[in-house]
Structure formats: structure tokens, C-alpha cells
């Protein structure tokens, strides 16, 4: 039947032709470009199983090619930090990175990356999920044109290498420490001076002594930056971050471009990569963690009971105080805090009295 046809023949039977809107979607591609916040070949943040990397491979592929998009890590494109104004302006569609590091741009944007004492990986998972933290991200990055999915996370992080050992909070005073996020005002209390720097520029500062200690990420990969030959002493708590969110940043105005299928696409990918990066994350850093200590001479021990709970402490007094001073710093925090102690009421029933098991 020719195409006069079957026109006629729907028109008599009552039935539709195919609409032309989705006959164009079918057809339209879309070239994209992501930047993103850390180094060329680094493993989690740029290549290996979800990362951003394959994040690309995996839209492109779900997509049939319809939706591509070009890599560039730190350095390649933009500087290191510089992905936020990039994606808003609209150089780029989108990048990957923290979004503590929007922490002077957006305050209330740290708490979508990791929050001292906050939620690990389950809890946190549940709560940008399932407990209003996607709506509250959303509604804090509108009105800035842009739009924020979680595609990866480390899980707990160690809290970082030192050059001395820490055996109270005074050892804590005058340290020279790389930082980010809320932890950073929290080691600031007790005066820690903190410095910001880029994943890349940690092994020469803590090697020069431009600074006294460095939290990265854990093992595998603080062992990739060689912080190792910097600093033997190497603490753990993950008091600092529980977990941690990578942020896919993305244009609005590009997003909204987006048919409803691509969006699909785009999100399902981020929330694999989510996933699949934090297991990549627990499958490598045992081994890197006994390497660290059998053979590179790593002192790796947990931080003093009474560290830690003055840390605890000093958290509850900074957070109250940083969330007062912005209202939508105010109405994150609360939202975040009323989840994670109702999730931790559940916690303390079901996960604590697991790990609490003989091993």
C-alpha cells in the first residue's frame, strides 16, 4: 500500500498516522561536551568502571549514538574548578566534579556532596532518592540555570595523611591541611589552616610542606598520588565524609533540549555509575589499604575515641552556625538532619548490629 493509501484508509478507519514530532525525536542527536574537575587518567573521577568516562559510553550506547558526549578532564579544556561557570554559561553542556566545590557560589550546594557525621552511601542514596534531596537540589540550582544528578560515590573516605601522628585535638592547631567542603570549616575551629587544592596538586604540596596533612579519597586512590611518600600517618574515622556524591552538573537550557527518552537515558546512566563506581571503590581499596601498610611503611590507625568525639562536637556547634547565616542553607540542613536521624533509627536496628557481628 502506498503512502496516499494508507493515509486514506486511517482517515476512513479513524485510525492516526505517525506523528511527525515523533518521527523527529527518533532523528535528532545531540554533541555535548562534559568537563570535569579532576585529572587526565584519573581512575573513578575520569576512567574505569562509573566513572565519567564511561558514564559517556554508557548514554551513547543506550542511546544508539543519538546523544554524544566528548570528555575533557581537568587541564584539557578549563581549569580544574571552573566546570560550574562553564556549564552555566553554556561553553559547556556539562561536568563532573563536587559540589562543595560551588561552596562559595552556592553555600547550601555542600550538602549534596557530604556532610561531617551526615549519611553514608545507603542513607544518602535515600535520601537524594527517595526523601527530597533531588527536589531541594533542584530547586537550589534553577535559579541558576542548571540541573544536578548524583553519578558516583566513594562511600566512606579516610580521614587523610599526616605527617605527625594526631593524639588530641591540640595537635589539630596551626596544621596546615588540604580540605574541602563543611569538614574544612569544622578543622577550622579548631585552628587548622585549610587549603583547597585540586586532586593533582596534593602529593607536591604535603611532599614540600606547603601543608602538614591531606584528605583525598582512600587507599586505592591516595595510593595512585603517592601520598604514601609524603606522609606515613594515615587516619580513618570517614567522620569527615561518610560518603561522597559525584555531581553530574548539566545546563537546563540543554537539558530541556533533551526529548523525554534522552532524559531517561541520561539519568539511568548517572544512577548506574552511582552504583557501579562505589562497588569499584569497595573491590580495590582492601588490597590497597594492606599494600599501603605491608610494604610502603603506612602507619594506618583510627583517630582517638576523644578526637573523635570532640570533632563530633565542634560539627554540631559549625553546622548550626553555617546553616543560620543562609535561609536555603537553613532549609537544606534542616531536610537533611530530620532524614538522617530517621534513617539512623532504622540503621541502629539493622546495619550497626551486623557489622557488630564476630567476623
Known amino acids: 500500500m502506498d503512502r496516499r493509501k494508507f493515509l486514506a484508509a486511517s482517515a476512513t478507519l479513524g485510525v492516526a498516522p505517525l506523528a511527525a514530532p515523533s518521527i523527529a525525536h ?20 575520569v ?19 543519538r546523544i ?3 570528555h575533557f578532564a581537568a587541564g584539557e579544556l578549563i581549569p580544574a574548578l571552573e566546570g560550574f561557570d562553564a556549564v552555566r554559561s553554556g561553553a559547556v553542556e556539562m561536568n563532573a566534579g563536587n559540589a562543595y566545590f560551588w561552596a562559595g557560589k ?18 544518602m542514596n535515600a535520601w537524594l532518592y527517595h526523601g527530597g534531596g533531588m527536589e531541594l537540589w533542584d530547586e537550589l540550582y ?22 605527625k601522628p594526631i593524639e588530641s ?13 563543611l569538614a574544612g570549616k569544622v578543622y577550622a575551629a579548631l585552628g587548622v589552616d ?25 587507599p586505592y586512590q591516595d595510593r595512585r598520588l603517592g601520598l604514601q611518600n ?8 570517614g567522620w569527615h565524609e561518610p560518603s561522597n556524591v559525584t555531581e553530574l552538573l548539566i545546563n537546563e537550557a540543554a537539558w530541556s533540549s533533551l526529548p523525554a527518552d534522552l532524559q531517561a537515558i541520561v539519568q539511568t546512566a548517572a544512577m548506574a555509575c552511582n552504583l557501579e563506581s562505589h562497588t569499584w571503590c569497595e573491590a580495590n581499596n582492601a588490597a590497597a589499604l594492606r599494600d599501603l601498610v605491608e610494604n610502603e611503611g603506612v602507619i594506618a590507625q583510627v583517630l582517638p575515641d576523644e578526637v573523635v568525639a570532640e570533632l563530633k562536637t565542634v560539627t554540631d556547634k559549625v553546622l548550626a552556625e553555617f546553616a543560620a547565616q543562609d535561609p536555603a542553607a537553613q532549609k537544606v540542613h534542616d531536610a537533611f538532619m530530620a532524614f538522617k536521624s530517621e534513617h539512623q533509627e532504622w540503621a541502629a536496628i539493622s546495619e550497626k548490629p551486623y557489622h557488630n557481628l564476630p567476623g
Open 26 to 45: 527518533a532523528q535528532s542527536s545531540f554533541n555535548w561536551k562534559m568537563t570535569n574537575a579532576y585529572g587526565p587518567g584519573s581512575p573513578f573521577y
Open 47 to 65: 576512567e574505569g568502571p562509573g566513572s565519567p568516562t564511561d558514564f559517556c559510553k554508557k548514554v551513547e550506547a543506550m542511546s544508539d549514538g
Open 68 to 70: 554524544k558526549i566528548q
Open 106 to 123: 552556592i553555600p547550601a550546594a555542600q550538602y549534596f556532596t557530604t556532610v561531617p557525621f551526615g549519611l553514608n552511601f545507603q542513607g
Open 142 to 163: 534553577a535559579p541558576l540555570g542548571l540541573k544536578a544528578l548524583p553519578m558516583g560515590n566513594t562511600g566512606v573516605q579516610m580521614t587523610g595523611w599526616f605527617r
Open 169 to 181: 585535638v591540640a595537635d589539630f592547631k596551626d596544621l596546615k591541611m588540604r580540605i574541602p567542603g
Open 194 to 218: 585549610v587549603k583547597l587544592l585540586p586532586g593533582g596538586e596534593i602529593f607536591p604540596a604535603l611532599e614540600r610542606g606547603v601543608i602538614d596533612a591531606a584528605e583525598f579519597v582512600g
Open 230 to 237: 609524603a606522609a606515613k600517618y594515615y587516619y580513618t574515622t
